[in-house]
């Protein structure tokens, strides 16, 4: 990703940033947004367009999968030292063979995209030193988990 600038901000804007940006597309596809538990986060080490740009993919990919509309769900929580964003619907989820190599390059998990959106998210985690994973419960939609460090101190 090159050389990023991190400064220390709260998930809350960004959030809300990429909610806004979503709006129009996440109507269109007869989805409700529902955000919550964002208040409480700390403060994390972000390059904010970069990782909005991540979550922007992550919520396309969950709204994709959500082909007749329905609740599509940003979580905050914290963890310890970690700030936690997950992305939820009830859509059909993953397969469970696909689960495994849902990150690598070119996979596709909707019928959507260039089957990169996954993989740079991930990679965009990585650069603030986070963890993204994702789980996909057979028929219960998928929830894609996004782990940052905090800043110490918050």
Request: hydrophobic share 40%; aromatic share 4%.
């Amino acid at each position: 990703l090159g050389e990023l600038t991190y400064q220390p901000e709260g998930l809350q804007p960004m959030v809300e940033a990429c909610s806004l940006e979503m709006h129009e597309f996440l109507e269109a596809g007869g989805l409700t947004l529902q955000v919550d538990g964002l208040t409480s986060l700390g403060l994390v080490a972000l390059h904010r367009t970069t990782l909005q740009r991540a979550l922007a993919h992550l919520v396309r990919q969950t709204a994709c999968a959500m082909p007749v509309g329905g609740v599509l769900s940003i979580r905050g929580r914290q963890e310890g030292q970690q700030a936690c964003l997950e992305i939820s619907g009830d859509g059909a989820g993953i397969p469970a063979a696909e689960l495994p190599c849902v990150f690598e390059p070119w996979q596709r998990s909707s019928a959507e995209g260039t089957g990169l959106e996954l993989y740079v998210a991930q990679e965009v985690v990585k650069a603030h030193r986070g963890r993204l994973t994702a789980q996909s419960p057979e028929g219960q939609g998928t929830i894609f988990t996004v782990l940052l460090p905090c800043v110490e101190g918050t």
